[in-house]
T-cell receptor, first 115, second 112 residues
């Protein structure tokens, strides 16, 4: 079946503009995560959705960052008034809960460059 | 809260050398443990996992044993290849509505 997809694959924007990044998880996966990975760095957790529960937003670095997940499927990460330090690869992952298997399936990422 | 601690990299080894990447964790309950790998220019993918104490996960010649007494899940390979050069991430999941927690990653470089 199809894996996790993300769009766009690359995004170049100017400082101060808003951007939206999209994630399509594997069908039926109830858990969805957003991470950020800067060049040469590890994974930085941003936000986590699980079913109908309130999302865990504890990793969002500022109030310029927000995310939503519509219908328990597609998710959009929005960065308002982008800054140069927001440049990174944004990764989405999904997993199937309730089966005892918490394996995460990662998308290819969106590479964001803020000029 | 849950946490994962990995040995710092980068780790540089010659081909056919023995590899150990240390991973220790702090978690409530009985977590599942994972190793993910990210090859250059590629996305993260599961390498192996173990869901209960004393389980051994294995894949592609890599192994890791879930040691509850030492809260560890060290990654090992007997003879590394250049193609094993990648970043390796240790992770845990402690159940319920908890999120997965990742370590900081360890970069491995294998030289011919």
């Amino acid at each position: 079946g199809a894996g996790v997809s993300q769009s766009p694959s690359n995004k170049v924007t100017e400082k101060g503009k808003d951007v939206e990044l999209r994630c399509d998880p594997i069908s039926g996966h109830t858990a969805l995560y957003w991470y950020r990975q800067s060049l040469g760095q590890g994974l930085e957790f941003l936000i986590y959705f699980q079913g109908n529960s309130a999302p865990d937003k504890s990793g969002l670095p500022s109030d310029r960052f927000s995310a939503e997940r519509t219908g328990g499927s597609v998710s959009t990460l929005t960065i308002q008034r982008t800054q140069q330090e927001d440049s990174a690869v944004y990764l989405c992952a999904s997993s199937l809960r309730g089966t005892g298997d918490e394996t995460q399936y990662f998308g290819p990422g969106t590479r964001l460059l803020v000029l | 809260g849950n946490s994962v601690t990995q040995m710092e990299g980068p780790v540089t080894l010659s081909e056919e050398a023995f590899l150990t990447i240390n991973c220790t964790y702090t978690a409530t309950g009985y977590p599942s443990l994972f190793w993910y790998v990210q090859y250059p220019g590629e996305g993260l993918q599961l390498l192996l996992k173990a869901t209960k104490a004393d389980d051994k996960g294995s894949n592609k010649g890599f192994e890791a044993t879930y040691r509850k007494e030492t809260t560890s899940f060290h990654l090992e390979k007997g003879s590394v290849q250049v193609s094993d050069s990648a970043v390796y991430f240790c992770a845990l999941y402690s159940g319920g509505y908890q999120k997965v927690t990742f370590g900081t990653g360890t970069k491995l470089q294998v030289i011919p």
